[in-house]
Nanobody
Framework: QVQLVDSGGGEVQARDSLRLSCAVS????????MGWFRQPPEKEREFVAA????????DYDDTVKGRFTISRDNAKNMAYLQMNSLKPEDTAVYYC?????????????????WGQGTPVTVSS
């Protein structure tokens, strides 16, 4: 059984920073890609960022490029999303997710395991 626990969300002002964390437990010995998604109020879940098993490859949605950085620490079974220069339109519940393969994907249907979500609210 694989479990993901998101944390680090909160209420901040525009231009502030937050760092989200995702702890992975359970069957973690397989190699897998990780991703972060978000669901704004009354909208569909959308892709934010993804990282390969080695961390050598990353992908970002255009709306967060240059502001957000995804990273991982495989020794600690952790993934992170550093969010800088936050904007009100970044307000959403953020979810980390794990694939069962090593490659990147921006499609939420390609992810098998999901965290419970951590809310981020950015005020202007």
């Amino acid at each position: 059984q694989v479990q993901l626990v998101d944390s680090g969300g909160g209420e901040v002002q525009a231009r502030d920073s937050l760092r989200l964390s995702c702890a992975v437990s359970g069957r973690t010995f397989n190699r897998y890609a990780m991703g972060w998604f978000r669901q704004p109020p009354e909208k569909e879940r959308e892709f934010v960022a993804a990282i390969s098993w080695t961390g050598d490859s990353t992908d970002y949605d255009d709306t967060v490029k240059g502001r957000f950085t995804i990273s991982r620490d495989n020794a600690k079974n952790m993934a992170y999303l550093q969010m800088n220069s936050l904007k009100p339109e970044d307000t959403a519940v953020y979810y980390c997710a794990r694939r069962v393969v090593v490659g990147l994907s921006s499609d939420p249907r390609d992810y098998t395991y999901w965290g419970q979500g951590t809310p981020v609210t950015v005020s202007s």
